[in-house]
C-alpha cells in the first residue's frame, strides 16, 4: 500500500508542491497577512485627502510659421529634421518646469481677474491664487518668489507619444486651485513664448535697421567711385567690357586684312620679278601670263604680226631697200616700241600696287600693335574696374537684403505669429484621481498575499525540521521506511483504548496499511537473514518511538508471526500504560536475574503479539543494559519468538539505545513530522555509524496528510474510495496528538 502510494506522485512540479504545502500549514498566517495589508491600506488612505486633477493641452510647432517673403509656408507645410524637432520640444519642456515660468504665472496669478484663475467667490470677493497658497496677501517680491516655488513643485509636463501635444498637469486637493494653475501655466507660457519671438525680430529689426544705413552710405561711395573710374577712363556709353570686345573685333579685323595685304605682296613680288626680265626679253615672245592677259599687248601685237606679214610679202616683190618694205619695217618697229612701252608702263603700275600694298601692310602692322596697347592698357584697368564693379554689386545686393529683411522682421512684429497655441484648456475636475480605494485596497491584496506567501517561505526555510520522505532521503541519506500519518479526532470516533492500538482497532483504514508498508520494508531489507532483534528509538522524547513500536508490533503480529514487544525504556517506560499492565515484573527484572521469563511475557488483546514491560525502575539502566546478563537475556528471547521488538529511550539523551542497538540485528529511527531537526537526525545517524550500529532506516511519524500537498492527496483518495471496507469517511478535519507520550 506504502509503495503504491508513492508512486502516485501528484502532478506538480517542485514549486507548485512546496506551494501548496504552504497554504496547507500555514493558512492562517497567509490569510492574516492578505488581510492586514490592505486594512492599513484602506487605514491610510481614509486619512489622505482627496488630490484633483486639472490638465490644459498645448500644442508646440517646432517652426514658426512663415507669411513673408518668397519661402511662404503654413504649420502644415513645415518638415523638420526628427531628431532636431524632439531637441526643440525637450527644450521647450526645460523652459515651461522652469524658475522663470513659475515666477510669471505666479505674477500673473497675483494680478489676474479672471474668474477662472480665482479662487471661489467672484472677481471681486474671490481670493487670489496666490494668497491662498502662501497665505499672504500682496504681490511683493518674497511672495511672488514663495509661490513660485510651489507651483514648481505642483507642474507636471507629460508630453504625448508621437506628437506635438503637451499636457500641463497640475494636481492639488482642491479642484479649483488645480484648474487655475493649469489654465494659468498654459496661458504664461503661450504669452512668453510670443514675447521672446517679439523681442527677438524688434532686436533683429533694429540691428537690419542700423545695418542698411551703413549699408546704403558704403553703397553710394562705391556707387561714385565706380563712376569716376569711367569718366576718368572714358567709359561713357560702353561699358569695360564692351570696349574690350569691340577692340578684340577690331583687332581680329585688322589681322584678317593684314593677312590678305600679305598674301597680294607675295602675288605682287613675284608679278614684277616676271616684268623685270621683260626688259631683257622681247615682248613679241614673252609667254608671261600677265602680259598674254593685257587686252593693249594682246592687240599690239596681232597689228605687229599683220604688218609682218605684209612686210614677207613685200620681200617677196621687193628688194630690202625698196621704199616699202623699207615703210612696213618702221612701222614693225613702231609697233614693237609701242609693245615694249606697254609692258613698261605695266610694270610701273605693278609696282606702283605692290608698293601700295607695303604701305598698307605697314599701316596694318601699326595699327594692329596699337589695337595691342589698347587691349593691354583696357586689361590693366579692367582690374580696377571689376573691384570697383564686384564691391558695388556686393554692397547693391546686400543693402536690398538687409532691406528687405529689415521690412519683413518690422512686419512680423506686427503679425505676432506664435508656434505655441492653447489646444484644450483647463476644466474644472469632477472627482478625484485618488485616493482610489478599490485600487488600492486591490492592489494592497496581492501585495499582501505575495508578502504572506513570502514570509510563509521565509519560515519554511528557517525551519529545519523533518517535513518530507526527501530530507530523510536526500538530507539525511537514510533510508526511508515510510510515513505514519496522524491520526485525526474523526477518524477515532467510536473507537476505545490508546491511540498506540488505532490500527488494531482499524485494520483496513490507511494508517494501518502505511504501518504494513513499514513492515514490508523492513523484511524485504534482509530476506535471507531475518531480522529477529529491531531496536525502535528517536532522537528527543515526545517523537512517537513507542507508538512507532508498538504499530510495527502489531503489523508482524498480524502477518502471523510471534512477536515480543519489549519496553526498555527504563527511565519512562509507557508500554504498560497502552497495555494496561501491571508493573511487578519486567525486562529489568530479568536482566537482574530477579524473575523468569514466564513470569514477565504477557500476552495482549492482539493475538500473537506478547510484551514484557519495563518493571521496576533501577538505579542504573545504562549498567544494566550493557551487562552480558542482557545480551543473553535477549538470546533467549529471540529464541522463542520469531520477531523482538525493542522501544528504547531517546538516543540523543542517554547512552541505552545506542548500547541495545549493538544487541540489535537492526535499529531504526523514528522522526517526527515538523518537530525533529535535521542536525538532531544528523547526530543520531552519526552517533549509531560510529558504534558500528544497523541502521535499518527512518520512519516518519505524525505526519498530516491533510495539510499535505503530496502524501495529504492520496491519503484521502484512498480513504474516500473506501478500498479498505472502512466506515464511512468522516468529514471533520480537527486533528489529535498520534504521538503517545514518548
Not at 227 to 238: C, E, H, P, T
Not at 279 to 301: C, G, H, M, S, W
Not at 530 to 557: D, F, H, W, Y
Not at 694 to 723: E, M, T
Amino acid at each position: 500500500m506504502q509503495d503504491q502510494l508513492l508512486s502516485l506522485q501528484p502532478e506538480l512540479g517542485v514549486d507548485g508542491r512546496r506551494l501548496l504545502e504552504l497554504l496547507r500549514r500555514r493558512p492562517l498566517l497567509i490569510a492574516v497577512t492578505a488581510v492586514l495589508v490592505p486594512v492599513i491600506a484602506f487605514l491610510y488612505l481614509s486619512r489622505k485627502p482627496p488630490v484633483y486633477q486639472a490638465q490644459a493641452s498645448l500644442v508646440i510647432d517646432s517652426v514658426t510659421p512663415q507669411y513673408l517673403g518668397q519661402d511662404f509656408r503654413d504649420v502644415v507645410d513645415i518638415e523638420n529634421n526628427w531628431w532636431s524637432a524632439q531637441e526643440y520640444l525637450s527644450t521647450q519642456y526645460r523652459i515651461i518646469q522652469s524658475r522663470a515660468t513659475a515666477l510669471a504665472t505666479a505674477l500673473d496669478l497675483c494680478t489676474t481677474k479672471d474668474p477662472l484663475k480665482l479662487m471661489p467667490g467672484g472677481t471681486t470677493g474671490g481670493k487670489t491664487v496666490v494668497a491662498h497658497l502662501t497665505g499672504q496677501t500682496g504681490c511683493g517680491t518674497e511672495v511672488i518668489g514663495r509661490a513660485a516655488q510651489m507651483l514648481e513643485s505642483r507642474l507636471e509636463v507629460a508630453p504625448l507619444k508621437d506628437s506635438r501635444v503637451v499636457n500641463l498637469v497640475i494636481k492639488d486637493a482642491d479642484p479649483y486651485l488645480a484648474r487655475a494653475l493649469a489654465n494659468s501655466y498654459a496661458d504664461t507660457y503661450t504669452r512668453l513664448n510670443l514675447e521672446r519671438r517679439l523681442a527677438t525680430s524688434e532686436g533683429a529689426a533694429t540691428w537690419l535697421g542700423d545695418e542698411y544705413g551703413d549699408l546704403t552710405t558704403q553703397l553710394h561711395t562705391a556707387e561714385e567711385a565706380l563712376v569716376n573710374f569711367k569718366k576718368d577712363n572714358r567709359i561713357v556709353s560702353l561699358t569695360l567690357d564692351d570696349q574690350q570686345n569691340e577692340l578684340s573685333q577690331r583687332r581680329r579685323k585688322i589681322v584678317d586684312e593684314l593677312a590678305t595685304v600679305q598674301l597680294k605682296l607675295i602675288t605682287l613680288r613675284a608679278q614684277r620679278e616676271q616684268y623685270e626680265g621683260l626688259r631683257e626679253r622681247d615682248p613679241l615672245k614673252d609667254t608671261t601670263p600677265e602680259l598674254q592677259d593685257n587686252p593693249v599687248i594682246q592687240r599690239l601685237k596681232e597689228t605687229y604680226a599683220t604688218e609682218y606679214q605684209k612686210l614677207i610679202d613685200l620681200q617677196g616683190k621687193y628688194l630690202d631697200k625698196h621704199p616699202a618694205i623699207v615703210a612696213h619695217e618702221a612701222r614693225l618697229e613702231a609697233i614693237r616700241a609701242d609693245i615694249k612701252n606697254e609692258a613698261r608702263l605695266s610694270l610701273q603700275a605693278l609696282d606702283g600696287a605692290y608698293n601700295a600694298k607695303l604701305k598698307e601692310e605697314k599701316d596694318l602692322s601699326v595699327e594692329f600693335e596699337r589695337t595691342t596697347q589698347q587691349a593691354l592698357l583696357l586689361e590693366s584697368r579692367a582690374t580696377e574696374y571689376n573691384r570697383l564693379k564686384r564691391n558695388f554689386e556686393r554692397l547693391q545686393k546686400l543693402s536690398e537684403q538687409i532691406g528687405g529683411r529689415e521690412k519683413e522682421s518690422s512686419l512680423a512684429a506686427h503679425l505676432k505669429t506664435n508656434n505655441v497655441y492653447i489646444l484644450d484648456r483647463a476644466q474644472l475636475p469632477e472627482a478625484a484621481i485618488r485616493p482610489n480605494p478599490l485600487t488600492v485596497c486591490g492592489g494592497a491584496l496581492a501585495v499582501g498575499l505575495v508578502l504572506g506567501l513570502g514570509l510563509a517561505f521565509l519560515l519554511d526555510m528557517l525551519d529545519s525540521s523533518i517535513k518530507t520522505q526527501e530530507d530523510i532521503e536526500a538530507r539525511m541519506h537514510l533510508p526511508f521506511l515510510g510515513v505514519v500519518p496522524r491520526i485525526q479526532a474523526a477518524e477515532r470516533e467510536g473507537l476505545k483504548g490508546p491511540p498506540e492500538l488505532f490500527i488494531h482497532g482499524r485494520p483496513k483504514s490507511p494508517i494501518a496499511e502505511c504501518c504494513r508498508a513499514i513492515r514490508t520494508s523492513l523484511m524485504f531489507m534482509s530476506p535471507d537473514k531475518p531480522l529477529r532483534k529491531i531496536l525502535v528509538t528517536s532522537g528527543e522524547p515526545q517523537e512517537g518511538k513507542s507508538m512507532t513500536a508498538v504499530n510495527l508490533s502489531i503489523t508482524l503480529a498480524q502477518s502471523g508471526q510471534r512477536v515480543l514487544l519489549i519496553d526498555t525504556d527504563m527511565r519512562r517506560p509507557r508500554i504498560h500504560k497502552i497495555f494496561k499492565l501491571p508493573m511487578v515484573t519486567g525486562f529489568s527484572s530479568l536482566v537482574a536475574g530477579e524473575g523468569t521469563i514466564e513470569d514477565s511475557v504477557r500476552e495482549t488483546e492482539v493475538p500473537n503479539l506478547s510484551v514484557i514491560p519495563c518493571g521496576p525502575i533501577p538505579p542504573n539502566p545504562s549498567e544494566l543494559l550493557h551487562s552480558e546478563r542482557c545480551k543473553v537475556v535477549l538470546g533467549e528471547l529471540c529464541e522463542r519468538f520469531d520477531r523482538v521488538v525493542l522501544d528504547s529511550p531517546p538516543l540523543a539523551v542517554v547512552t541505552d539505545a545506542a548500547i541495545l542497538s549493538q544487541l540489535c540485528d537492526g535499529t531504526v529511527l523514528v522522526a517526527k513530522s515538523g518537530k525533529t531537526s535535521r542536525e538532531l537526525l544528523a547526530r543520531e545517524r552519526k552517533m549509531l555509524v560510529d558504534i558500528k550500529s544497523n541502521i535499518l532506516g527512518c520512519v516518519l511519524n505524525d505526519l498530516d496528510l491533510a495539510n499535505r500537498s503530496g502524501y495529504g492527496y492520496r491519503y484521502y483518495h484512498y480513504r474516500d474510495g473506501q478500498y479498505y471496507g472502512d466506515d464511512a469517511a468522516p468529514k471533520a478535519s480537527a486533528s489529535a496528538s498520534a504521538t503517545g507520550g514518548s
